[in-house]
């Protein structure tokens, strides 16, 4: 399984990045997919995720502003980013396929989002 990310990169505060996450190698339509971000000296958090019902949840710091999307046919996922903050700087990662004990089996290598004051 391979989780390929892109879309990241430098961005003044109040604008917008999207993030792609593309898979192979899993059948993507029946997993549910998620994104994390870890900030410098900051736990990993759960930024978003969808599952296969295409039912989604955010975490609250990034509700309204961020929306978690998947293209079942492109087996890609993406995180549409708006109305960014400097504290959204991170690296942020994809993940595919949760487990029942809500962990997911597969990580994409990160993708860097700096968002400048």
């Known amino acids: 399984v391979q989780l390929v990310e892109s879309g990241g990169g430098l961005v003044q505060a109040g604008g917008s990045l999207r993030l792609s996450c593309a898979a192979s190698?899993?059948?993507?339509?029946?997993?549910?997919m998620a994104w994390y971000r870890q900030a410098p000296g900051k736990e990993r958090e759960l930024v978003a995720a969808?599952?296969?019902?295409?039912?989604?949840n955010y975490a609250d710091s990034v509700k309204g502003r961020f929306t978690i999307s998947r293209d079942n046919a492109k087996s890609t996922h993406y995180l549409q980013m708006n109305s960014l903050k400097p504290e959204d700087t991170a690296i942020y990662y994809c993940?595919?396929?949760?487990?029942?004990?809500?962990?997911?089996?597969?990580w994409g290598q990160g993708t860097q989002v700096t968002v400048s004051a």
């Open positions: 993940a595919a396929a949760r487990a029942t004990s809500g962990m997911y089996k597969y």
């Open positions: 190698g899993i059948i993507f339509s029946i997993n549910a």
């Open positions: 969808i599952g296969n019902n295409r039912i989604s």
